[in-house]
């Protein structure tokens, strides 16, 4: 057996030890994962002097101009539009109703996943849906459920192809076959005005 020599060992030595820092320095450097507190102390106390001076204020004022605000306080104010508003249901699957209550246009992409002609067709279809501002929606026509609710609502389903819904669940433009963003971005904007 041979013995080794001693700048070896010290070679050795010094790799164990750089390696032993690198590992510590990478360790520092990663992010925490314990929670981080925020102090609320502060935005309390800034608060707090701009609440006095109105008090001060309010309390110089006559009490004849601050009946008038709360006279225009009291009224109701005008309820807000809902976000989402109420849909009834297309006949489609749950989730393009859910897309029409988010959106006035959604774009269905009809496809069979794994096709790589069909998931080049759904990319097309989701790009042209973001540049027209419309929802976008992938459904697998190998879903039995799915396929049921398309049939009974289309007379024909043929992948890829691209619906494009309006919120009254109408299809207002079928776009049967591989469609390019540009095709489904203006059959979006024409189906949204």
Do not use: C, Y
Not at 60 to 79: E, L, Q, R, S, V
Not at 109 to 118: E, K, N, Q
Not at 155 to 171: I, N
Request: no cysteine; glycine share 4%.
């Amino acid at each position: 057996m041979e013995k080794i020599s001693p700048p070896v060992r010290i070679f050795a030595i010094l790799i164990v030890l750089v390696g032993a820092a690198g590992m510590l320095a990478m360790k520092m450097m990663a992010p925490s994962t314990e929670p981080v507190a925020i102090p609320l102390t502060v935005k309390a106390a800034a608060a707090a002097p701009t609440k006095a001076p109105a008090k001060a204020a309010a309390a110089k004022t006559p009490a004849k101009a601050i009946a008038p605000a709360k006279a225009a306080a009291a009224k109701p104010a005008a309820k807000p539009k809902p976000l989402n508003p109420v849909v009834p249901p297309t006949g489609f699957p749950a989730v393009v109703d859910k897309a029409l209550r988010q959106h006035r246009v959604v774009v269905v992409s009809l496809v069979v996943p794994g096709a790589r002609v069909d998931e080049l067709s759904a990319m097309e279809a989701e790009a042209g849906a973001k540049l027209s501002g419309a929802g976008f929606l992938a459904l697998n026509v190998l879903n039995e459920s799915v396929a049921r609710k398309l049939l009974a609502k289309l007379d024909v389903v043929e992948d890829p192809s691209v619906l494009v819904l309006t919120r009254s669940g109408e299809v207002a433009q079928e776009l049967a076959g591989f469609a390019d963003r540009e095709t489904v971005a203006q059959a979006a904007a024409n189906a949204a005005s």
